[in-house]
């Protein structure tokens, strides 16, 4: 089966930090970018972080830069997403999915990805 997997997900404080990985299943990362994006309860699915197929160029959403740091590894088919000073707000399910660029953040251009994951929760408390 074709897919990325998402893991790493939990309950935090705010202020603490989780490191989520995506792996994927059946294929090789190796071209393609990959994104992450957040589902927050009642609210649309967005993109807050993409890195290119060489590793080489990220983007952030404006939430989440300074305190977010997307990565891969290749060699491992895996991609991260490390989150530092976690807030309330950061709160959702987060997917990972794959593309052939990396496109704007934001709910529109998730069309564009493709191989979604199940998504792993994120609960940061006050």
């Known amino acids: 089966q074709v897919q990325l997997v998402e893991s790493g997900g939990g309950l935090v404080q705010a202020g603490g930090s989780l490191r989520l990985s995506c792996a994927a299943s059946g294929f090789t990362l190796d071209g393609r970018a990959i994104g992450w994006f957040r589902q927050a309860p009642g609210k649309e699915r967005t993109g807050i972080a993409c890195?290119?197929?060489?590793?080489?160029?990220?983007e952030y959403t404006d939430s989440v830069k300074g305190r977010f740091t997307i990565s891969r590894d290749n060699a491992k088919n895996t991609v991260y997403l490390q989150m530092n000073r976690l807030e309330p707000l950061d709160t959702g399910v987060y997917y990972c999915a794959a593309a052939q660029v990396c496109h704007s953040m934001g709910t529109a251009t998730t069309v564009l990805y493709n191989y979604w994951g199940q998504g792993t929760q994120v609960t940061v408390s006050s």
């Open positions: 890195i290119s197929i060489n590793g080489r160029s990220t």
